[in-house]
């Protein structure tokens, strides 16, 4: 259950996007939070189908006054969306409230949202690092963040009572809290993120332009295969905004893997492949280790 009320200065929740992320954030908010009354803000259709799955209590179609009534503003939405509706937030949110978001990249909302919050409202910039290879609100799940670790820009001694309060909200949902600037962690999301992306995109490409009129390769595909392409269902939509607003890291990330490739290429019956093996062989160990 939900650390006592009090340690929480927060009695009304928006959430602006109650797709995936923003529906699994309200279901897991109504879960450890019951106190808190959550209003959901999308297109008419998704939102009544968040409150149809109790994933907020109340709805509406005007941003401007569900904003102005909340102490928690979650942005989760694409990230142009942010960027654009960032100003409208900033407008009407009041003084005390705390105004966070779920996009993928950071960069570009983080200076934003220096322009935009100067003054009375705070803005935390986050990232969940979770998620499923489907999107909507029918695949929203109160425990999508429990054993996850989620992304604020900021330090971890920040004194102000608001961030640390969402802090304690990540961690009571089951993630763990990770703190940094935003330029580290698209740095790091470029290479752990959004590069093993497009590799399960490319790997996708190879197979279906392989694939001849009897199936084969692809009738051969075994476990490891879907393993490996579980991230090529993810649609074209949720990622366009991040290889445009993270496309320097993505494009060096994409360079270091094809130098890894060539390296392989060159090494195929050399003793080198068996190190590149045992390398490979402690990163997944490590992984596993982390969780």
Not at 66 to 75: E, H, K, N, P, T
Not at 116 to 122: C, E, P
Request: aromatic share 6%; charged share 20%.
């Amino acid at each position: 259950m939900s650390s006592p009320k009090t340690a929480i200065p927060f009695s009304r929740a928006t959430v602006i996007g109650t797709g995936l992320i923003g529906g699994s954030f309200a279901l897991a908010l109504r879960r450890h939070f019951p106190n808190i009354t959550i209003t959901g803000f999308d297109e008419p259709d998704v939102a009544n189908r968040a409150l149809g799955r109790d994933a907020v209590q109340e709805i509406t179609g005007d941003m401007a006054s569900a904003v102005r009534g909340a102490d928690l503003i979650y942005m989760a939405l694409p990230i142009a969306k942010i960027l654009e509706l960032m100003p409208l937030v900033a407008g009407h949110a009041k003084p005390q409230a705390l105004v966070t978001d779920a996009g993928s990249t950071k960069t570009l909302i983080a200076v934003e949202g220096a322009k935009l919050f100067k003054n009375g409202a705070r803005f935390l910039g986050g990232h969940p690092i979770a998620g499923k290879e489907v999107s909507g609100i029918e695949n929203a799940d109160e425990n999508l963040f429990r054993n996850t670790r989620y992304t604020l820009i900021a330090e971890e001694n920040d004194a102000d009572p608001r961030v640390q309060a969402f802090a304690r909200i990540l961690r009571t949902v089951g993630a763990v809290p990770v703190w940094c600037d935003a330029e580290t962690h698209d740095w790091a999301a470029g290479v752990v993120s959004h590069l093993p992306q497009l590799l399960a995109v490319a790997l996708a490409s190879v197979i279906r332009e392989e694939t001849d009129e009897t199936g084969l390769p692809l009738s051969l595909a075994g476990p490891g295969v879907k393993d490996m392409l579980r991230l090529a269902g993810s649609p074209y939509g949720v990622w366009r905004d991040i290889t445009h607003t993270n496309s320097e890291n993505i494009a060096r990330a994409l360079d270091r893997l094809g130098q890894a490739i060539e390296h392989l290429r060159t090494n195929l019956t050399s003793k080198e492949l068996e190190k590149e093996f045992r390398a490979a062989n402690e990163i997944y160990r490590s992984l596993q280790k982390q969780g």
